[in-house]
């Protein structure tokens, strides 16, 4: 009863794919900051990001992470992923896991909701066993890493409140700098602090605080590739916590997109085919 | 006898996946376009530190387990899945054995808006959402020599078709043949006071063990709540322990033709899961093959989860069942009245480690048993798994548990997946 895989429980791992998905909208924000309260010109750039950052269809990709502890110890998880983008309504994603090989074959399907909470199941190759899994746990580690289910998820624009606080350069480019406040009660999270750049509006940073507000964990995000020369996709990126000295890198690959995937990859009947 | 089955249900396998991969043939050249071996070595010890009640059982076992999977794969996901199972245990020569986990064919696609998807060989399938108890989950025979806990199971040769839509699943099972339950010989421990004989297996169907039996089950999620409804016609999973007509210190393995019918649910909210199951089985023998008692059972209980515990990343579980079946003191398992108690500590860690203690208590039979397991990721290739079970009392009247008084053990498991 106690299988292995439990304790990993991939919670909310709707993996940072759609965080990643910041495709934002090329509108000028310097506008939009001009002409709106704080408030608005948080939301603005939101809403437009998510307008902007959907339409991809579908996609697979690879993830490897590298979980490094202050010592430098190094221990790695590998991940296969497929996403479904589903009209008015969250995205579909199914996580196949490689690394480590104790847990190699769970495969873990989410079925993300925009209002509602999501619906995940997650499939135990040792039994065969499809479990249907809470989805309440936001902010607990995901596989160890210094990656939170709750970062790893879509960040649906409904649960945040926003405030434009600034602008200023990020390397070569200008970023907007904007506070988002976790509405949900169960996010390890007080705010978070997040840098989009005007170009192109690519998530570059994101600054995480805990609920004491005291500044956790940094990420950084980096290799920025487009594809279906529209949409914006990381390469790279690094979570950094800034308590315990433990960092997590995450690398993404082998992106490929509108490969045909439909509603009935995304079922229980699939998950129990993954391997 | 245990390589023998084991060397039938391989034969038959082999043909059924032969079948399947000679009609896939048929659309000439499957080139597979993905191979990969996978499985898991383990070095396992068990030690008893309580002496045995007969002489001959041994106090500490050392076993090997090499448990591979070969998977290949054609263009179209078209693939073969092949598992043997190999146990060497160094108390019970029952205990060393062969199996085929699975040896599977599968294809699946399309057909307007729902899916299918055919499985023809040797498998696996798991039905519910118990963690005391598997009620409903009839289609494998368990491998008790494996564990007590009846979680491990045998391959089971079939033909398994599912179809699926908006509708929900429905699932088809065609059982070819029919697999008898693992048991600890004279030698292992945890065997009871009398040894079941596994060479001389009856069958109330004249078929024997090649009676067809059938299966249907149909699912569907409703929001948070998942339902299951399961029907099973066919030859017994679970024996009848017949006392031998001349009292030998041996009792007998007979499998009844019987009747089904399964529900089981789960209602997921917030950090809740609510769960039932329940059956009704017809056409199968009482307590030591008295008489036929049609019987209803059921497991209801849940599990809460208390999530990042006391400012660290942990979670802390709780899960509570509670176990009934209607025949009472006729009751062919320890279900009868018992309640399971239990707590889960998820650290959370790069390791994955977490630690589970349970208690099994049976209401009316004053028996208990207490369970300890803990779980740890050593590298990324290598697990270790530590679990102790304890027989603290067995009542008087708790038959199925006399002899087991002693048996409790410590278990040590060091993994190595590949």
Request: glycine share 6%.
């Amino acid at each position: 009863m106690t299988d292995r895989s439990h304790s990993m429980q991939p919670d909310c791992l709707l993996l940072a794919a759609v965080l990643v998905l910041s495709a934002w909208f090329a509108a000028p924000s310097t506008a939009i900051a001009d002409t709106h309260s704080p408030e608005e010109a948080g939301l603005q750039i939101a809403l437009e990001a998510r307008d902007r950052g959907t339409g991809f269809g579908d996609f697979t990709a690879r993830q490897t992470m590298v979980l490094r502890n202050r010592h430098g110890q190094e221990s790695r998880r590998d991940v296969r992923i497929k996403i479904l983008e589903v009209d008015d309504d969250g995205d579909r994603s199914m996580f196949v896991f490689d690394q480590p090989r104790d847990v190699k074959g769970t495969a873990f399907l989410v079925h993300a909701h925009r209002t509602e909470p999501d619906d995940q199941w997650l499939y135990l190759p040792a039994l065969k066993r499809v479990k249907r899994i809470s989805s309440s746990n936001r902010s607990g580690s995901f596989m160890g890493s210094e990656f939170a289910y709750e970062d790893m998820t879509a960040q649906a624009v409904e649960k945040f409140t926003y405030k434009h606080l600034r602008d200023e350069p990020c390397g070569e480019l200008t970023c907007s700098v904007t506070e988002r406040i976790p509405v949900e009660k169960g996010s390890g999270y007080s705010r978070q602090v997040v840098w989009h750049d005007h170009d192109a509006f690519r998530i570059w940073k994101v600054e995480y605080y805990d609920r004491k507000d005291e500044h956790l964990k940094s990420l950084e995000i980096s290799d920025y590739q487009q594809y279906l020369d529209q949409y914006w996709f990381a390469g790279t990126m690094t979570m950094m916590n800034h308590l315990t000295g433990k960092s997590t890198v995450l690398n993404w690959s082998d992106y490929e997109f509108q490969t045909g995937l439909d509603d009935g990859d995304f079922t229980q009947t699939s998950l129990r085919r993954a391997r | 006898m245990r390589s023998s089955l084991f060397l039938r249900g391989g034969a038959l396998s082999a043909a059924c996946v032969s079948v399947v991969l000679v009609s896939a043939e048929v659309r000439a050249e499957t080139d597979f376009v993905y191979e990969e071996v996978s499985g898991r070595i383990s070095l396992e010890s068990r030690e008893f530190p309580e002496s045995a009640v007969f002489p001959g059982q041994a106090s500490h076992s050392t076993g090997l387990v090499f448990h591979p999977k070969l998977y290949v794969e054609d263009a179209d996901g078209r693939s073969v899945t092949v598992a043997p199972f190999f146990r060497y245990d160094s108390a019970d020569p029952r205990r060393t054995h062969a199996d085929l986990r699975e040896a599977f064919a599968l294809v699946f696609g399309e057909a307007g808006d729902s899916e299918w998807e055919i499985r023809v060989g040797i498998d696996q399938v798991f039905w519910g959402v118990a963690e005391s108890r598997h009620l409903v989950d009839i289609v494998n025979q368990v491998d008790l020599v494996e564990h007590p806990n009846e979680e491990t199971k045998l391959g089971q040769p079939m033909a398994h078709l599912t179809w699926s839509g908006e509708w929900g699943v429905l699932e088809l099972f065609g059982l070819t043949y029919h697999r008898a339950r693992t048991f600890p010989g004279p030698a292992g421990r945890m065997r009871g006071l009398f040894v079941i004989d596994d060479e001389h297996v009856s069958y109330e169907s004249s078929a024997g063990e090649w009676n067809l039996d059938l299966a249907v089950r149909y699912t569907q999620s409703f929001g948070p709540v998942d339902i299951g409804l399961s029907a099973f016609d066919g030859t017994s999973r679970e024996p009848s322990i017949c006392p031998t007509p001349v009292p030998t210190a041996q009792l007998t393995q007979h499998y009844e033709q019987i009747r089904q019918f399964g529900i089981d649910s789960q209602i997921t909210i917030d950090a809740w899961l609510l769960k039932l199951e329940a059956i009704r089985r017809t056409g199968f023998r009482n307590l030591f093959c008295q008489q036929e008692e049609d019987y209803s059972a059921f497991v209801v209980g849940g599990e809460y989860a208390f999530y990042s515990v006391w400012d660290s990343p942990a979670d802390l579980s709780v899960l509570a069942e509670w176990n009934y079946d209607e025949r009472g003191q006729n009751a062919t398992n320890v279900f009868q009245n018992d309640l399971f108690l239990a707590v889960r500590y998820a650290f959370n860690d790069v390791q994955g480690t977490d630690i589970t203690f349970g208690v099994f208590e049976d209401v009316d039979l004053e028996s208990r048993v207490l369970s300890m397991e803990f779980n740890r990721r050593l590298t990324d290739y290598w697990t270790l798994n530590v679990e102790a079970i304890a027989f603290v009392k067995i009542g008087d009247k708790d038959f199925l548990q006399h002899g087991l008084e002693n048996d409790s053990f410590v278990g040590l498991n060091l993994g190595y997946s590949f």
